[in-house]
């Protein structure tokens, strides 16, 4: 069965930094569309980031860009985002996810059909 498993959230003061870690199994990264969304209260899911399986170009929402940097370490069939300098607005549940039936990059939630459990990033003072 295919699973992705996160973990590295937690409470930051702004300007700090975390790394969010998401381990696949049942399926190889690399061959797929990968990438993180986030959903803060009250508000809708919205991408953050996302790899392309065909060319590994990254995209990132203009919110994140300059910030945040997205990667995947195939050896270890795992992917990362990198979040420095984060801000209060960065608050949210942050979750991964591929898309096993799409290949190249998506931006669509609707084209994910593996997802992490969520984990939670606070940033405050």
């Known amino acids: 069965q295919a699973q992705l498993v996160e973990s590295g959230g937690g409470l930051v003061q702004p300007g700090g930094s975390l790394r969010l870690s998401c381990a696949a199994s049942g399926f190889r990264l690399e061959f797929y569309p990968i990438g993180w969304f986030r959903q803060a209260p009250g508000k809708e899911r919205e991408g953050v980031s996302f790899i392309s399986n065909s060319d590994g170009y990254t995209y990132y929402a203009d919110e994140v860009k300059g910030r945040f940097t997205i990667s995947r370490d195939n050896a270890k069939n795992t992917m990362y985002l990198q979040m420095n300098s984060l801000k209060p607005e960065d608050t949210a549940v942050y979750y991964c996810?591929?898309?096993?039936?799409?290949?190249?990059?998506?931006?669509?939630?609707?084209?994910?059909?593996?997802w992490g459990q969520g984990t939670q990033v606070t940033v405050s003072s």
């Open positions: 996810a591929a898309a096993t039936e799409v290949w190249g990059v998506s931006w669509r939630e609707d084209e994910y059909n593996h």
